[in-house]
Structure formats: structure tokens, C-alpha cells
């Protein structure tokens, strides 16, 4: 999890297995979020291709971490394999539970940068299009 430009939070998971786990990437989203000023209001582009499934000890903790980071994440995409129809029901589903309008889970890069775009400078959206384009699932479109 690391901050490049500006306000946008780029996050690569690739598994989290446990409920200690999540809690680990709870904990660094958290501080990557409050090192951001308090009248700015950080954008995550997370990106869960590589991950194939949430085992359910770490799924029920990271509702948890949605339902919190609601009101401090301004957007937030999250990028999902397109062979992966399981996770993406999962994340799906966890979205939902969460509740938050500006949380939407997509298979594309570019339906990514679409939805985050209203809420980025030009230089955010080159370099969440540079973090998107350095995972190269199969079945992706190149980006």
C-alpha cells in the first residue's frame, strides 16, 4: 500500500488469509489515510486480480474495514480478475454490506480510472493509469 501522487492510495492485494491479516492491511490503509491532510479526503484504487478468494475469517473483517473507511475514502475502485466470477461475488457482496455509493468493484482498468476520474487531478489519473497497467491479468483487455 503506497501513496505516489497526491491523493490517490494504491493498493495491490495479492491474499489476505486471516482475520490478522486483514487487519494488517486495515492498519496501513489507516495509516496511509491519516498521513493525508484532514480537509483532503484520499482516493484507493485497490487491486485484487491477483487474489483468487477471501477464506471467510478474513472476508468478515474486511466488511468491517469498508463499513470504517467510509467516510474517509472519498472513491474507491476495486479491480477484479475477470476469470475470477467467485471473488468478484464476494467483493460484490462486501460492497453491499458496506454501503458506500462511491465503492464500486469492476473487472477493467479503464471502468477503474472512469469511475475515479471525477475525483483526480490530471497527474492522479496518469499514475493510477501506470499502477493499473503493471499487473497484467489473463483474460484482461492491455490497458
Request: charged residues 30%.
Amino acid at each position: 500500500m503506497q501513496r505516489h501522487t497526491g491523493r490517490v492510495i494504491e493498493a495491490r492485494v495479492f491474499g489476505l488469509w486471516t482475520r490478522e491479516d486483514a487487519d494488517a492491511y486495515s492498519q496501513a490503509l489507516a495509516a496511509e489515510v491519516a498521513l493525508a491532510p484532514a480537509t483532503m479526503r484520499p482516493v484507493l484504487c485497490a487491486d485484487h486480480r491477483p487474489v483468487r478468494i477471501y477464506p471467510q475469517p478474513a472476508a468478515d473483517r474486511l466488511v468491517e474495514l469498508f463499513q470504517n473507511m467510509n467516510t474517509r475514502l472519498d472513491r474507491i475502485a476495486i479491480l477484479v480478475s475477470r476469470t475470477n466470477a467467485t471473488l468478484y461475488l464476494q467483493l460484490q457482496r462486501f460492497v453491499r454490506e458496506a454501503g458506500y455509493e462511491n465503492r464500486k468493484v469492476m473487472h477493467e482498468p479503464p471502468e477503474a480510472l472512469t469511475h475515479l476520474q471525477d475525483s483526480l487531478t490530471p497527474e492522479e489519473r496518469d499514475r493510477v493509469r501506470r499502477f493499473l497497467a503493471e499487473y497484467h491479468d489473463e483474460g484482461q483487455k492491455p490497458f
